[in-house]
């Protein structure tokens, strides 16, 4: 080995930015499971496998070891309060890696429908985001589609979030000689405080301009702080936190739900949207089968859910809702509503060991529509996710949106907004 190679070799030992082990297991985390399946709009597939996105003040590169199934990460940037020796503790926390995803899913497999579809989705765990940027996400997401809603929440970081120092790196060969991607951290609420209604309605927001400003304004007008009066919900019980969420415009009891569930530690939230609803109906609530989705009902749902599963339910029905996904049901056997062949039902069965041929599996790509925002072009089955759930406005939000609140008919050759199905 040449002196110049050896020296080489040091720097991408040493070198921070270089492909680093979370330690952790596929059975513990997925990334096809949990980045790309309505918990989050910051993330995005950029080739088979591997994953970029930001957590806070960093920006993230992720990749699935198709041998091993441990989760790799790099830093691909960061801003000026992102401390390198935490970067493993911020991953930690935002995939929620201190929760034992295996040992709940054995307490859960005594329940018939997920003991058949969790071994064709092992590691679909609930993320832990910070509240502030997960609330306005899911307010970007009502009544939209997957790209728009991508579209959104990154005009709003490009237009008001700080920008991300690259980080350097010895290990990307390939980079050499390119201009670095830049990178943009969500808002602070005095960034976005900046915003007005009428630069977010040009910008393409939609009635969602005046619910943006308005939380704004009373998040910045909470005692202590809008931020720390969103991280005091993580202390309270679901119900206060869903009420107070409730005050805020925009926000409707689905999208309380999403926050709480995915940013606020209610381990048994349930966003309850037409794949949940039908789900149900189907397997946990058949007498609530024909009623109209409303507030009691949702209740309802959700006792039915902690009754089935525990404190935890919120974790059980992700997995549940992943496997009612039209683009999942290749995974998933006829049997079980799905469309894999006979020879390829083995792939879900290994995944629950972690094998290759199960990793190999996360590493293909996803459905076209799921790419990056500059091929997403058409509606997937999570735009009704969108709208009905993950950031739907309730029937009073829409109502208060008024017509441009309303979905209408786009022409041919163009995307959708999602509906209720």
């Known amino acids: 080995m040449t002196t110049a190679k050896a020296l080489q070799t040091v720097l991408k030992q040493e070198d921070e930015s270089c492909w680093r082990s979370l330690r952790t297991t596929a059975n513990e985390l997925r990334l096809d499971f949990t980045l790309p399946t309505g918990q989050t709009f910051r993330w995005r597939l950029v080739s088979p496998g591997e994953y970029s996105g930001i957590i806070g003040q960093r920006a993230l590169a992720m990749r699935q070891d198709l041998q091993t199934g441990d989760l790799l990460y790099k830093v691909l940037a960061r801003g000026p309060q992102a401390v390198p020796a935490e970067d493993e503790a911020v991953l930690v926390d935002?995939?929620?890696?201190?929760?034992?995803?295996?040992?709940?899913?054995?307490?859960?497999?005594?329940?018939?429908?997920?003991?058949?579809?969790?071994?064709?989705?092992?590691?679909?765990?609930?993320?832990?985001?910070?509240?502030?940027?997960?609330?306005?996400?899911?307010?970007?997401?009502?009544?939209?589609?997957?790209?728009r809603i991508h579209g959104m929440v990154d005009r709003l970081c490009t237009a008001y979030g700080t920008p991300l120092t690259p980080v350097a790196s010895a290990c990307d060969d390939s980079a050499a000689g390119q201009e670095p991607a830049?990178?943009?951290?969500?808002?602070?609420?005095?960034?976005?405080?900046?915003?007005?209604?009428?630069?977010?309605?040009?910008?393409?927001?939609?009635?969602?301009?005046?619910?943006?400003t308005g939380s704004v304004a009373e998040l910045m007008a909470k005692p202590g702080g809008g931020q720390a009066w969103l991280h005091s919900l993580r202390q309270v019980p679901y119900p206060e936190a869903s009420a107070a969420l409730c005050s805020l415009p925009g926000v409707g009891p689905k999208v309380a739900?999403?926050?709480?569930?995915?940013?606020?530690?209610?381990?048994?939230?349930?966003?309850?949207?037409?794949?949940?609803?039908?789900?149900?109906?189907?397997y946990y609530t058949p007498n609530l089968k024909g009623k109209t989705l409303n507030p009691k009902?949702?209740?309802?749902?959700?006792q039915a859910f902690e009754q089935a599963?525990?404190?935890?339910?919120?974790?059980?029905?992700?997995?549940?809702?992943?496997?009612?996904?039209?683009?999942?049901?290749?995974?998933?056997?006829?049997?079980?509503?799905?469309?894999?062949?006979?020879a390829a039902t083995g792939a879900g069965?290994?995944?629950?060991?972690?094998?290759?041929?199960?990793?190999?599996?996360?590493?293909?790509?996803?459905?076209?529509?799921l790419r990056t925002a500059s091929i997403l072009t058409e509606s997937t089955d999570l735009d009704p996710v969108m709208a009905a759930l993950p950031g739907s406005a309730p029937a009073?939000?829409?109502?208060?949106?008024?017509?441009?609140?309303?979905?209408?008919k786009v022409p041919s050759g163009k995307a959708k907004r999602g509906r209720l199905r």
């Open 257 to 282: 739900a999403c926050v709480c569930l995915f940013s606020l530690d209610k381990h048994q939230a349930i966003p309850v949207d037409t794949h949940v609803w039908q789900l149900a109906t189907r």
């Open 309 to 342: 599963f525990g404190s935890h339910c919120g974790w059980a029905h992700n997995t549940l809702f992943i496997s009612e996904l039209a683009s999942q049901r290749h995974r998933l056997p006829p049997a079980l509503g799905g469309t894999l062949s006979a």
């Open 297 to 302: 009902i949702m209740v309802a749902v959700e």
């Open 94 to 147: 935002f995939f929620n890696l201190n929760v034992s995803l295996q040992q709940l899913s054995k307490q859960w497999v005594a329940d018939q429908r997920f003991r058949a579809v969790h071994p064709f989705f092992p590691g679909a765990r609930v993320l832990r985001q910070d509240p502030l940027d997960c609330l306005f996400q899911f307010v970007c997401s009502s009544n939209n589609h997957i790209s």
């Open 182 to 212: 830049t990178h943009f951290a969500f808002p602070t609420l005095e960034q976005l405080s900046k915003a007005t209604e009428e630069e977010l309605r040009a910008a393409g927001f939609g009635y969602r301009a005046k619910f943006i």
């Open 396 to 408: 009073a939000e829409t109502s208060a949106a008024g017509k441009k609140g309303r979905a209408r």
């Open 349 to 369: 069965e290994a995944a629950v060991d972690g094998s290759s041929a199960a990793l190999a599996d996360a590493a293909s790509p996803l459905p076209t529509a």
